[in-house]
């Protein structure tokens, strides 16, 4: 089991950062790829960012790729989502996820409650 906890979501305006978290316990995330999602309302999860199992490699989505950077501490267990210029359509709930895959969000058996990301323009 793995508890995911993420923080750091708020309000922005446009061309602004945040820095998002996920605190992770249990067992150690350096067993699962970990990966952030996003869902806007009426919008379908979409994939933003993931470490691969092996915490080798990083995979971004394309709307996110060279604005957002993955990252983690594996001795606080956390992992971050730092997110710049941000734009009005990143607007959504951020999700943190823990699992086997890498871009499918049904390939993560553990997610965190997701923290709100309101980017205003």
């Known amino acids: 089991q793995v508890q995911l906890v993420e923080s750091g979501g708020g309000l922005v305006q446009a061309g602004g950062s945040l820095r998002l978290a996920c605190a992770a316990s249990?067992?150690?995330?350096?067993?699962?790829?970990m990966g952030w999602f996003r869902q806007a309302p009426g919008k379908e999860r979409e994939f933003v960012a993931a470490?691969?199992?092996?915490?080798?490699?990083?995979y971004y989505g394309e709307s996110v790729k060279g604005r957002f950077t993955i990252s983690r501490d594996n001795a606080k267990n956390t992992v971050y989502l730092q997110m710049n210029s941000l734009k009005p359509e990143d607007t959504a709930v951020y999700y943190c996820?823990?699992?086997?895959?890498?871009?499918?969000?049904?390939?993560?058996?553990?997610w965190g409650q997701g923290t709100q990301v309101t980017v205003s323009s």
């Open positions: 470490f691969s199992w092996s915490g080798r490699t990083t």
């Open positions: 996820a823990a699992g086997t895959g890498v871009r499918d969000y049904r390939s993560y058996a553990y």
């Open positions: 249990g067992r150690t995330f350096s067993n699962y790829a």
